[in-house]
């Protein structure tokens, strides 16, 4: 069974940073490309970022590029995304998922709220 954890939210000021884990099992990690997508409130899923499988090759919404980092470590089953210059616009809960769109299984979630 495909579990997936979400960690490292939490309430910033706008400017602000946070890194994001997901802790990962129940599948071969190291086999599978990951993202991370978010819902903000009233609205709909948004995919946020993507990673292939070694790690290599990173992609990110137009919302985030540059001020977000996606990365993985293999051997411990994790996925981390690295959140910079944090603006009230990015408050939503934060997903990973193990596969490369929206349709995927996603943990409970992790709650990034950004206000002053």
């Known amino acids: 069974e495909v579990q997936l954890v979400e960690s490292g939210g939490g309430l910033v000021q706008p400017g602000g940073s946070l890194r994001l884990s997901c802790a990962a099992s129940?599948?071969?990690?190291?086999?599978?490309?990951m993202s991370w997508v978010r819902q903000a409130p009233g609205k709909g899923l948004e995919w946020v970022s993507g990673?292939?499988?070694?790690?290599?090759?990173?992609y990110y919404a137009d919302s985030v590029k540059g001020r977000a980092t996606i990365s993985r470590d293999n051997a411990k089953n994790t996925l981390y995304l690295q959140l910079n210059s944090l603006k009230t616009e990015d408050t939503a809960m934060y997903y990973c998922?193990?596969?490369w769109g929206l349709g995927g299984p996603r943990g409970q979630g992790t709650q990034v709220t950004v206000s002053s």
């Open positions: 129940g599948f071969i990690f190291s086999r599978y490309r």
């Open positions: 990673i292939t499988t070694g790690g290599s090759s990173t």
């Open positions: 998922t193990n596969s």
